[in-house]
């Protein structure tokens, strides 16, 4: 199987802070990466698809760049509601989807 | 919109059987893949599988193979996941999720359903 290696494992970070989250595959992948938010009690929300796509409706300070086994996702100015946890999820060897181990984005 | 409704939490004894759902609505139900993941409490997302309600054709993550049944009833636009015998350690919360294709990561996703088992 693909392994997802996300860190770090948890960050704290003030509002406006810049945060980069990075996800290293253990194989290549091409740009067979998605990056989720996902709040206490709620389920996931996709913001980054094909690595660097943003999806709609999600606020342009995200953004994903990567190709390959290295993978990032920028918050270029923190916002109150972006505390959260964080996965990195990889579809190119599906049936066998493989999520990162998270990263929990908490307040300074 | 786009909508994907699961069913409601559930308390279980260890060796019950359990069935859980998804209905789609606000697309094709026919021509999007559904996946689903579990979360174990406090614990990080595990790909479990993933059925294309259009033929029923359904993969499985090694580590969920022969565990759960993912299946569909496309005349109702629901999906479903199944245990024959469960188990403590099943406890956890199961999403469901659309997937434009296999090769996709998923899009949409239910609220989750919350299952319990214990004695």
């Known amino acids: 199987d693909i392994q997802m290696t996300q860190s770090p494992s948890s960050l704290s970070a003030s509002v406006g802070d810049r945060v980069t989250i990075t996800c290293r595959a253990s194989?290549?992948?091409?740009?067979?990466l998605g990056w989720y938010q996902q709040k206490p009690g709620k389920a996931p929300k996709r913001l980054i698809y094909a690595a660097s796509s943003l999806q709609s409706g999600v606020p342009s300070r995200f953004s994903g760049s990567g190709s390959g086994t290295e993978f990032t996702l920028t918050i270029s100015s923190l916002q109150p509601e972006d505390f959260a946890t964080y996965y990195c999820l990889q579809h190119n060897s599906y049936p066998r989807i493989t999520f990162g181990q998270g990263t929990r984005l908490e307040i300074k | 919109e786009v909508q994907l409704v699961q069913s409601g939490a559930e308390v279980k004894k260890p060796g019950e059987s359990l069935k859980i759902s998804c209905k789609g609505s606000?697309?094709?139900?026919?021509?999007?893949?559904i996946g689903w993941v579990r979360q174990m409490p406090g614990k990080g997302l595990e790909w479990m599988g993933i059925i294309y309600p259009g033929d029923s054709d359904t993969r499985y993550s090694p580590s969920f193979q022969g565990q759960v049944t993912i299946s569909a009833d496309k005349s109702i636009s629901t999906a479903y996941l199944q245990w024959s015998s469960l188990k403590a350690s099943d406890t956890a919360m199961y999403y469901c999720?659309?997937?434009?294709?296999?090769?996709?990561?998923?899009?949409?996703w239910g609220q989750g359903t919350l299952v319990t088992v214990s004695s």
């Open positions: 194989q290549g992948i091409r740009n067979d």
């Open positions: 999720a659309r997937h434009v294709s296999i090769a996709a990561s998923p899009d949409y």
């Open positions: 606000g697309y094709s139900f026919t021509s999007y893949w």
